[in-house]
């Protein structure tokens, strides 16, 4: 299960909600009034957690929303091989390769832990302590 049901009048700025298919993080919410022979509508903005885009939904307030399942985690780092490294999950011992960001790349070594957002079967890191 990856993904639930939310209604947008739950939605909050700098929670996640799943716009085209997409994991974003919600950026601006607005809200418009009832009209007279419709409901409010609540326009949402979003940037994609992985590819960074800027994505909109634009629906009734009251509607059902999907929300991405966001798991935060820790790794060691087992090896750094160019621009991506290899990790080794704190909790499952799993082993998998990452691409480092640019941000991140001079921090990278052996032995460090990093911090993971993982969401839909996709992982990215966030952070090297």
């Known amino acids: 299960m990856d993904k639930i049901f939310s209604t947008g009048k739950e939605l909050k700025v700098g929670k996640y909600v799943m716009i085209e298919d997409i994991p974003c993080k919600i950026v601006s919410i607005d809200l ?8 409010a509508k609540m326009r949402l903005v979003g940037i994609g ?5 800027k994505k909109n939904l634009l629906q009734p307030s009251d509607a059902d ?5 966001i798991e935060k985690k820790t790794a060691q780092i087992v090896a750094v ?22 941000e991140f790349a001079d921090k990278a ?18 952070g090297i302590k």
């Open 65 to 69: 929303v999907e929300v991405p399942i």
């Open 49 to 53: 957690i992985f590819d960074g885009q």
């Open 109 to 126: 070594e052996a032995g460090m832990e990093a911090e993971i957002l993982e969401a839909l079967g996709r992982r990215m890191i966030t």
């Open 32 to 39: 418009s009034k009832p009209g007279k022979h419709g409901a």
């Open 81 to 102: 091989n160019g621009a991506n490294v290899q990790l080794m999950d704190s909790v499952t011992f799993e082993t998998y390769e990452l691409g480092i960001p640019q």
